[in-house]
């Protein structure tokens, strides 16, 4: 076993660490973490609303209250409120997904970071965000300054940053005298390559509505194809579909733990690649859901469905305490160890892993180059992953339909993320017994290696 953690740690750690810390995906990452404001506010008015509120939500429907004086009033008064509240959030995340980037992207290469983000909207904007006119997939949304147009957004936050860079660098920029403001001299630095940066976009935009491209017509009828219809119908949708087969879902669940066990946050390092897919769909979901949308599908965005399994699966589903699932391991701990340091940090590492945050156990015990511990702590995530997908699948839990906070504890997770649907409870209890027992034995190994190497400390 020692040789098998070595040879991992010589060989998966390096690279692992040289993507982690590769710029363009950090910038990646760090752009879907600061739009969390956005997508939590969101997210909470959308549960709100779809739970409590709502004439037509899980509240009224369960109370049979639907046409009461109170709900009457929630309907005029309160629902509307929330409903609103997307159109500022969840409904211009590839707009801001758009700056994050440019701007965080600008900021490591110490770059103006607010003219770089500004000029990066300027672009998203000129390549046709504005105008949407999908015939099948959400037809109620006319723009693509939301989830519709994160792919495109990636593409411009990184691209455009690198244009400006290499224009400024060349020093085509407009100098201005020393006694000028430094905010007026940032303003028209960025003017030459500001303008150079806007006539590509336009051009690219022009140049796209001369060329014939299949697949267009069923979609968008007559509209002039723009990038973010290519996106739409080349990339997002076959992304889409692949995401709703088990492999990815597994091979995302096992790299999460096994980057873990060797010290790495599998979950960030992964942001890159899972955000762009998985939190795509989840959003898909939200504002499906919003419009009236209730069945489920393999080919959501092609078919106009819910996605059944999205970003917010492996909270309700997997993540049991963070991920690897330590909640059980936790438990299992404090019933079943004799060994007083493991002890002592299951016990403060119970309130932090009921709310999801694990870094006490995983550093503490620890998990991390731990070679008993290791081994249930990067199996069991698959496991758990593949039972929740084809309970999902088969329709028994799910869908998910609204955005709980991650910290959210576990099965109450999987019930409000799917508005009280009671096979996603029981598959989430389900999972947390599973990842419990498998967990067990080598809690019982752990304890009995220790009694030989330290037998004061049982």
């Known amino acids: 076993m020692n040789k098998l953690i070595q040879f991992f740690e010589d060989h998966l750690v ?9 710029r363009h995906l950090i910038a990646i990452r760090d752009a879907f973490a600061a739009l969390m404001p956005l997508v939590m506010a969101g997210a909470i008015a959308l ?14 429907t369960l109370l049979k209250a639907e046409e009461s004086g109170i709900y009457t009033f929630f309907g005029e008064y309160i629902s509307p409120i929330l409903g609103t509240v997307d159109s500022g959030t969840l409904s211009i995340l590839g707009l801001a997904l758009a700056f994050a980037i440019a701007y965080l992207r ?5 770059q103006d970071a607010l003219i770089t983000g500004i000029i990066s909207v300027g672009a998203y904007i000129t390549l046709g ?8 997939v959400a037809p109620w949304v006319g723009h693509y300054l939301g989830s519709q147009g994160v792919f495109v957004a990636l593409i411009v936050g990184l691209v455009v940053p690198a244009i400006y860079f290499g224009i400024v660098n060349k020093n085509w920029t407009i100098k201005m005298p020393d006694t000028v403001p430094p905010a007026v001299t940032r303003g028209f630095m960025g003017i030459i390559p500001g303008t150079i940066v806007l006539l590509l976009a336009a051009t690219i935009k022009f140049a796209l509505t001369k060329i014939p ?3 267009m017509e069923a979609m968008f009828g007559e509209a002039p194809t723009t990038i973010f219809m290519l996106f739409e119908v080349y990339i997002a949708m076959p992304f889409a579909n692949i995401s709703q087969g088990p492999l990815l879902v597994f091979i ?3 790299l999460v733990p096994m980057l873990w066990s060797f010290g790495l946050h599998g979950a960030n390092l992964l942001a890159a690649v899972t955000s762009p897919i998985y939190g795509n769909l989840q959003n898909h979901n939200l504002q499906a859901f919003k419009e009236g949308i209730t069945e489920v599908g393999a080919r959501p965005l092609e078919t106009n469905t819910l996605a059944f399994w999205v970003s917010g699966s492996w909270d309700a589903y997997v993540y049991h305490g963070g991920s690897g699932a330590t909640l059980p391991l936790i438990i299992a701990i404090l019933v079943f160890s004799k060994v007083r340091d493991q002890r002592e940090v299951a016990r403060l590492s119970l309130a932090p892993g009921i709310f999801m945050i694990n870094e006490p156990v995983l550093f503490g015990i620890p998990i991390v180059l731990n070679p008993i511990y290791i081994i249930p702590f990067v199996l069991n995530q698959p496991i758990l992953a593949m039972i929740a997908f084809y309970a999902s699948k ?3 839990a799910g869908p998910i339909v609204n955005s709980v906070p991650w910290t959210t504890p576990p099965v109450l997770n999987a019930l409000l993320a799917t508005n009280f649907n009671p096979g996603a409870g029981l ?5 947390l017994v599973i990842a419990f027992l498998i967990y067990l034995p080598f809690v019982i190994v752990a304890n009995r290696a220790d009694a030989k190497l330290n037998p004061s400390d049982v």
């Not at 390096?14 to 590769?22: D, W």
């Not at 598959?427 to 999972?431: G, K, R, S, V």
């Open 14 to 22: 390096p690279v692992a660490a040289k993507i982690g810390n590769q």
């Open 47 to 60: 549960l709100l609303n779809n739970v409590v509120f709502s004439p037509g939500g899980l509240l009224a």
């Open 106 to 110: 600008a900021q490591a290469e110490d």
């Open 129 to 136: 965000a504005l105008s949407r006119e999908n015939l099948i």
């Open 213 to 215: 491209f299949v697949g």
């Open 252 to 254: 995302i669940s096992l």
């Open 394 to 396: 088969s329709g028994f």
């Open 427 to 431: 598959i989430a209890f389900l999972n």
